[in-house]
């Protein structure tokens, strides 16, 4: 079974950044792609940054030009680099991994809080 482990989360003041890290237990064959989503109360969980195996990305609005994700094949790790954060960019992060079979693996999550 393969473990998904985020890191990186924490307190910051708007304006600031932070760097999220997802590392897979284990090397993981056929992904589609590698997504960042965030859980906000009350709210839908977003789909915030995604990477293809190609390396095609993709953002939420709500993020463009601020948030960067990347990956380590070679660290079996995804990034999410956050610039310029802002309140509600507050929320619990999660790292998911989509298989072309249509399996995937979630993370438990990561907290991000960016106060004014």
């Known amino acids: 079974q393969v473990q998904l482990v985020e890191s990186g989360g924490g307190l910051v003041q708007a304006g600031g950044s932070l760097r999220l890290s997802c590392a897979a237990s284990?090397?993981?064959?056929?992904?589609?792609?590698m997504n960042w989503y965030r859980q906000t109360p009350g709210k839908q969980r977003e789909l915030v940054a995604l990477?293809?195996?190609?390396?095609?990305?993709n953002y939420a609005d709500s993020v463009k030009g601020r948030f960067t994700i990347s990956r380590d094949n070679t660290k079996n790790t995804v990034y999410l680099q956050m610039n310029s954060l802002k309140p509600e960019d507050t929320g619990v992060y999660h790292c998911?991994?989509?298989?072309?079979?249509?399996?995937?693996?979630w993370g438990q999550g990561t907290q991000v809080t960016v106060s004014s």
């Open positions: 990477i293809t195996t190609v390396g095609s990305t």
């Open positions: 284990r090397r993981i064959f056929g992904i589609n792609a």
């Open positions: 998911n991994i989509l298989l072309y079979s249509g399996d995937e693996y």
